[in-house]
């Protein structure tokens, strides 16, 4: 694949030695430099309190490609003209004096490989460090202004705060030194293949397109469901909890991709303005209405893959009487033209049988009176699902007739997966993610009045659990679907949850 010509640039990770570092960016870094997507010249500096030189940061970050690229073997030969890319730089978050250095630096990094000065700084830090950060750059004199001259970015990650107030404050922050537009809130589910290709398959398809709506579509379920726990992050779940860490973000993202009205075109801002729509029509709960329509969990222990694991409150850095949520479920209106009358369906949680992330379509069954006389008393819908994660692909269930002299619906599928079609590995989202915010591309990335829009409606939920705590916790077993509540919630509605 050719790259596309783009302008190199020097990217400062802060927290470049960090785990997310080690993990997904400093290998889809190498993944985009194996493929040549990589602007040549492009540079790489690790900003960490710990370290001492670049060729011992180039060895640690070699360990980590080695263990976590996405294409393997890693060739030496790749390897050594990667590392020609990595430097490193120790100082502290909050120290300007260590940012002025920083300053010159890059200077010197900019000078020998003949760059221009384009700079993308990473924060892959927790949100208590940013303002920091940022302001730490306007100080050194780091960030160019945006009009003309080499250009500054910064990428940050999520959550974008924990609730409304201190998401408008960490804008507020980003604010002071970046322009909206040099700004990218990541989330890395909008970088997945699949996830791109709703868009393409809801709106270039004109066999779905026209029955995309409340008149065809029954309801929606998005499930993002991980068989682990939570992975040595007790600490940082105990503040979170999973509403804050995935029902927020990635799930209300997926709900503006299914929901959203076609834009006017594929850019940055038209985007974003139909997904910013989206969050604005959902309906707004009152207290009554968010514990009626919510459900919270949390895993005890139990049994996954045939292995007994332990439950939430035996995890390192938990309180053992821990009220927090790693199950969540909500129910969701959109109130719009497009989809009033049609609920949402949402849920998230650890510790389930199996780990998938997907969406669910299910169209309204069409009257069966042609069949009663034939023996045929009940019909399963149509269900359209989108995988996200981990077998991408597409799958169409629908009611065939079996073979056979007496009239009999069987359910069948279709099923695409994009492994078979297009071959080899799917690009990590972080590729993506990475190679749009050096083009500029802000399109897969949050938008300010998206994030607080997001959290309009999340803040009230985590407000109405604060002042109603749980009495059942733990209320489901490790490697089970969810508490008995979560049934109840669409069972009420004459609905059930789909078995991934």
Known sequence: MAAIPTDPCNIVIFGGSGDLSKR????????????????????????????????????????????????????????????????????????VKDFAALKTRCEEIEKERKLTGNRLFYLAIPPSGIGAVVKNLGEAGLVYPIDGGPWSRVIVEKPFGKNLETAKALNDELSTVFRERQIFRIDHYLGKETTQNILVFRLGNGLFEPLWNRRYVDHVQITVAESIGVEGRG????????????????????????????????????????KVKVLRSIKPQTAEEILRDTVRGQYAPGAVDGKPVVGYRQEANVHPMSLRETYAA???YVENWRWAGTPFYLR????????????????RTPPIALFRKAGVLRQESNVLVLRIQPDEGIALH?????????????PVSMDFHYSRFFGGSTPEAYERLLMDAIHGDSTLFARRDEVEAAWEHCTPILDAWRDNPP???PNYEA???GPEAAVALLARDGRRWRRP
């Not at 998230?348 to 169209?363: C, L, N, S």
């Open 471 to 473: 009495l059942d916790h």
């Open 24 to 95: 997904k960016l400093v290998p889809a870094l190498f993944e985009l430099h194996r493929e040549k997507q990589l602007p040549e010249g492009t540079t790489i500096v690790g900003y960490a309190r710990t370290g001492e030189s670049d060729e011992t940061y180039r060895e640690e970050m070699k360990a980590a490609v080695l263990e976590f690229a996405r294409s393997k073997p890693v060739s030496d030969e790749d390897w050594k003209s990667f590392a020609t890319r990595l430097y490193f730089f120790r100082g502290d978050l909050y120290q």
């Open 479 to 481: 490697g089970t679907w």
């Open 398 to 410: 629908f009611g065939a007739k079996e073979p056979g002299p007496t009239m009999k619906i069987d």
């Open 348 to 363: 998230a949680g650890k510790r389930m049988p199996k780990r998938v992330t997907e969406i669910a379509i299910t169209f």
């Open 235 to 274: 600490r940082f779940y105990e503040e979170a909890g999973i509403f804050r860490d995935i029902i927020q973000n990635h799930v209300l993202q997926l709900l503006c991709l299914v929901a959203m009205e076609p834009p006017v075109a594929f850019d940055p801002n038209a985007v974003r303005d139909e």
């Open 330 to 332: 909500w129910k969701v």
